[in-house]
């Protein structure tokens, strides 16, 4: 049973950091493709960053230079770290690994 368990939302001031995390349970190999979207009340799910191949990452231009996407493979962990939150980054955050399979969301509100 594959299952994607994620943590860190909670609610911050603008300037503010928050770091996400995305643990995976099993998995026997590391997936070509790992993401993190989110969605906002009324706007359709986007994505936020993402890892291809292990080392090519990339990220939506409106975060660039504030969210870095690292990975963990010894802890099948993905992490999204937040920096300088903006009240526009207010959403449902979601891990995908694959393509395919979803974590059931974190919540980050920036007021």
């Known amino acids: 049973h594959v299952q994607l368990v994620e943590s860190g939302g909670g609610s911050v001031q603008a300037g503010g950091s928050l770091r996400l995390s995305c643990e995976a349970s099993?998995?026997?190999?590391?997936?070509?493709?790992m993401a993190w979207f989110r969605q906002a009340p009324g706007k359709e799910r986007e994505g936020v960053a993402a890892?291809?191949?292990?080392?090519?990452?990339r990220s939506r231009g409106s975060v660039k230079g504030r969210f870095s996407l690292s990975v963990d493979y010894a802890k099948n962990t993905v992490y999204l770290q937040m920096n300088t939150l903006k009240s526009e980054d207010s959403a449902l955050y979601y891990c995908n690994r694959a393509g395919y399979i979803w974590g059931q969301g974190t919540q980050v509100t920036v007021s």
């Open positions: 099993g998995y026997t190999y590391s997936p070509n493709y």
């Open positions: 890892i291809y191949n292990g080392d090519n990452v």
